[in-house]
């Protein structure tokens, strides 16, 4: 899926996997280089499957942009708050890349995993005139 759709669609596609309603708002004019599309791939898969199984949540929201150089996603549910941020895999994908993770959970929620990795974009694709 995410070799043939991009980041972009594999996203879509993993939130619609969820027993969540998830509000997905991506802007991405261009995909990332391949390693990098797999790890915020599988942070967003992640945490929305933590999201379902533990914070009793009703509804859950991906963004994700890329901004000076930097690709942001963020997965946040409305659910009861108190997300172990240690508890988690995608810290230890995201450092092979500088990349960052925070985990906004306070008691109560909502919980908001933010992740940034530093990285270019591959040119959009232009038709030959």
């Given at each position: 899926?995410?070799?043939d759709?991009?980041?972009?669609?594999?996203?879509?596609a993993?939130?619609?996997?969820?027993?969540?309603?998830?509000d997905?708002d991506?802007?991405l004019?261009?995909?990332?280089e391949?390693p990098?599309e797999?790890?915020?791939y599988?942070?967003?898969?992640?945490?929305l499957?933590?999201?379902?199984?533990?914070?009793?949540a009703h509804?859950?929201?991906?963004?994700l942009?890329?901004?000076?150089?930097?690709l942001r996603l963020v997965?946040?549910?409305?659910?009861?708050?108190g997300?172990d941020p240690c508890?988690t895999?995608?810290r230890?994908?995201?450092s092979?890349?500088?990349?960052t993770l925070?985990?906004?959970s306070p008691?109560g929620?909502?919980?908001?995993?933010?992740?940034?990795?530093p990285?270019?974009l591959?040119?959009?694709?232009?038709?030959?005139?």
């Amino acid at each position: 899926m995410l070799a043939d759709r991009g980041l972009a669609g594999a996203v879509e596609a993993a939130a619609l996997h969820v027993p969540l309603t998830v509000d997905v708002d991506i802007d991405l004019p261009a995909r990332p280089e391949a390693p990098v599309e797999s790890a915020a791939y599988f942070a967003a898969a992640e945490a929305l499957t933590n999201a379902a199984k533990h914070s009793d949540a009703h509804r859950a929201w991906v963004r994700l942009r890329h901004s000076g150089g930097v690709l942001r996603l963020v997965v946040g549910d409305d659910g009861r708050g108190g997300a172990d941020p240690c508890g988690t895999g995608i810290r230890r994908r995201l450092s092979a890349f500088d990349g960052t993770l925070e985990v906004r959970s306070p008691a109560g929620g909502p919980t908001e995993f933010i992740v940034e990795i530093p990285c270019a974009l591959s040119s959009q694709k232009i038709s030959p005139s």
